[in-house]
Structures are given as C-alpha cells and as structure tokens.
C-alpha cells in the first residue's frame, strides 16, 4: 500500500520537522545562555541559523503554494446561499 505525496507535502513535512529539532537547538542554547554560559561562539549557533533559513524557504514554499492553489482553482464563497430574487 504506497501514497504518492505531492513535492509541497513533502516540504510541508520536512518544515515540521525542522521546527521540531529547531526548538531542540534553540533551547540548547538559550538554556545554558540563562545560567550565564556564553553561547554566543557556539558552533551550534550556525546550525540553528541554518534551520532557520530552511523553515523560512520551505515556510515561505508553502505560504506561496498555498495561495497558488486558491488562484488557480478558485472556489465560489461558502456560506448560506443567496435568497432567490423576486
Ligand atoms: C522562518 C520563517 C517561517 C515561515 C515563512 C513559516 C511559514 C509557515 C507556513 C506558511 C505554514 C503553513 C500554515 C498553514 O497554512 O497551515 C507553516 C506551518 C508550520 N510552521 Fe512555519 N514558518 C516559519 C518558521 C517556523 C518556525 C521557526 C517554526 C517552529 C520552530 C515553525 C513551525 C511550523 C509548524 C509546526 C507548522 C505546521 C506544519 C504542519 O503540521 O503541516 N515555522 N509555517
């Protein structure tokens, strides 16, 4: 039994998992910065800066795709339909 993703689906799931290990990274650094330790030069400092390039571009990827699917196929408004004239 196999389910074929779209390329966005795939972004979307990969944008999910990056913020995932980001807030692992994040609070990494920001934890010890609390207690006084200088994180500052940390080497994981570029790495979370990395992740966060990522979650921009595959953020941005989705915001985009999303509204290019509106437009692309728009849908009349929902609601109670409109009383008939006369
Ligand atoms: C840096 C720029 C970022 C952009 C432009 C961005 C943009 C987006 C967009 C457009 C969505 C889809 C919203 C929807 O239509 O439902 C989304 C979902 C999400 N974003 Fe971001 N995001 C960014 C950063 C982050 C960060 C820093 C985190 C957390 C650390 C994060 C976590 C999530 C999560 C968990 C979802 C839901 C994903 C899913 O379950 O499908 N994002 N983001």
Known sequence: MSRKRSLTAWVRILHRWISMLFVVVAAALIVPGAFGVDTTTSPLGLVALLMLV?????????????????LRHPRRRSGVPAAPVG
Request: no cysteine.
């Open 54 to 70: 990522l979650l921009a571009v595959s953020g941005v990827w989705t915001a985009v795709h999303h509204y290019a699917v509106k």
